[in-house]
Every structure is written in C-alpha cells, then in structure tokens.
C-alpha cells in the first residue's frame, strides 16, 4: 500500500505542479474546505499541502470530481486527467457544467449524488448536498454568491442572483433572486389522504 500511495503521490504531484497559481490556491481552499466540513484535522501551510491533498483524494469521491475538474482546465491536452481517473475512480453521477475558473475555492460537496452544478459563476465557500440541480431554465443560468450553502433535492434554476451567505432549504425550488442572509425552504409537507380517505390539505 505504501508503493501506491507513492505512486499516487507522484502522479498527481506533477498534475498539480503544471497547474496555474490560481487553479492551486483554489484547489487548497477546496481541500481545507473538506477538512473542516469533514473533521479532518490538518495544519495550513504556506505551502502547497500534498500530503493532505493525497488523504482526501483516497478518502472522498467527490473531491475526485472536484480536483479533475479544477485540474482539467489548464491541463486537458496532455489528458492526464483520464489517466489519474483510472487510479482513482470520480464519483459517477456528480457533474459539473460549470468552468473552473468562474468557481472560487472553498467549494464541498457532500456526497455528490444525481447533483448538477451549472452556474454563469460561484462565489467562494459553496456548500452543497445531494440531488441537486443548478442549471438552465431555458433563458440562462444563476449566478451564486459567496458563502452559500444548497441543501439535498434542492433545484436552482435560470438567470438568477442567489446572494451571499444564503441557506438554500431541501427540496426548495428557486426560479428568483434571493438577496444577501437570507434562508429560503421549501413549502411544507401536507396530508391529502387519511385511513384512505381524501381530505382537505392539512400540514403536518
């Protein structure tokens, strides 16, 4: 196991070293971000932390995604990223639609699901769950603020402005802006049937 981590190590030590500056300071935020989120204890350096990189690469699939992708950009004709994909496999259905370089750092993704992330931009610190989708509603795409956190089955959608330090509930639908601080969810769940007999609609 040593051996592989050594080899891992290497590979993507050298994918990392033709990258942009930006591209690696983002990719550090990313992986601090992780850390915090996760309970992984670390110490920030000033310099690039390979050995912290290499831990939540093994240990998350949906870092993988994030690191492929952050990496992509700026080095997708030497195609390394297809073959550092094979030693460590993304996860499948987490998609990003969205360039790298209109993200900023800080981005976690919390298990990566059946989640859609595309966005005209994204501010720093985006926090987002499962079963997501960010995307087009046919007139263009939402652009997201700094420090906003999507919660699971949660769509977002059209030529929108989703402030900063906004909490997106679960399951809401967000088709118009939400200004700065602000908490938006879903309608609440309703009974329609009961000892299966319709009713009147009663909340919960």
């Not at 070293?17 to 350096?45: E, G, H, R, W």
Request: charged content about 20%; aromatic content about 10%.
């Amino acid at each position: 196991m040593k051996y592989l981590d050594c080899i891992i190590l290497s590979l993507h030590c050298f994918f990392v070293s033709i990258a942009d500056a930006n591209t690696k300071n983002k990719l550090m935020q990313d992986v601090y971000s992780f850390c915090d989120k996760c309970k992984i204890p670390y110490k920030k350096k000033v310099k690039f932390n390979l050995k912290l990189l290499r831990y939540v690469l093994r240990n998350n699939y949906e870092f993988r995604n994030l690191f492929y992708w952050r990496m992509g950009a700026c080095t997708r004709k030497f195609h390394f990223s297809t073959i550092l994909k094979l030693i460590l496999p993304e996860r499948i259905h987490l998609m990003f639609g969205v360039d790298s370089k209109n993200v900023g750092g800080g981005l976690f993704i919390r298990h990566g699901n059946s989640t859609i992330i595309h966005a005209k931009s994204i501010g720093n610190n985006f926090y987002i769950h499962q079963n997501v989708t960010i995307g087009d509603s046919g007139t263009g795409f939402p652009i997201i603020g700094n420090n906003v956190k999507v919660g699971t089955g949660a769509v977002v959608l059209g030529p929108i402005t989703i402030g900063n330090d906004v909490v997106i509930g679960a399951n809401a639908t967000v088709v118009k802006d939400i200004p700065d601080d602000c908490t938006v969810v879903s309608s609440g769940a309703f009974v329609i049937k009961s000892n299966g007999q319709r009713i009147n609609m009663q909340p919960l």
